[in-house]
Structure formats: C-alpha cells, structure tokens
C-alpha cells in the first residue's frame, strides 16, 4: 500500500484537459488535482515542457505548471502562482 504524502486534499478528476503550447493545445487526461498541483497523463509521443500552461477542462482559463516528475506517459504538476 503507498502511503499519501500530500498535505492537501486530492480530487480525483479524470476529465479531458489540454496542455497549451506554443503551436496549439494538445489533449490530456486529468488523473486528479488538488489546489496545489495536478496527475495528467499524455499520449505517448507528445513532448511537454518544463513548464507550460494546463487548462483543466474546456473553456477553462489555464493556469501556469511546473513538472514534479515523469512516470512514462503520466506526469505529477505543481501549479506556479499566477502574476499580476
């Protein structure tokens, strides 16, 4: 059994995001979120970067995110404070 390190609560989500690029948004599947950050999983040949903007569902204003860790396909976020 794997023990729950977070100190927030975590939502389990599974709802169709995007991760926003430069050249377009590109589907993902939000595995869950939590007010601190995010699991999403890719496709299998989409590149993301360090860091990028993740909009969680359709329509949604994207916030700004960190990469924690690559797993494969999966991949942990921390959502950076948004400026202004």
Same mark, same amino acid.
Request: proline share 6%; charged share 30%.
């Given at each position: 059994m #794997?023990?729950?390190?977070?100190s927030v609560f975590r939502k389990n989500a599974f709802t169709i995001g995007s991760v926003v690029l430069a050249h377009g948004e590109a589907g993902c599947l939000v595995w869950d979120v939590t007010e601190t950050? =995010?699991? +999403?999983e890719v496709e299998g040949d989409q590149v993301v970067p =360090? #860091?990028?903007?993740?909009?969680? +569902?359709e329509g949604a204003?994207?916030?700004?995110? =960190?990469v924690a860790w690559r797993r494969?396909?999966? +991949?942990?976020? #921390?959502?950076?404070p948004v400026e202004g």
């Open positions: #794997t023990e729950n390190r977070r950050g =995010a699991q +999403i =360090a #860091t990028f903007l993740l909009r969680l +569902i204003e994207p916030r700004p995110a =960190a494969g396909r999966r +991949i942990g976020l #921390t959502f950076e």
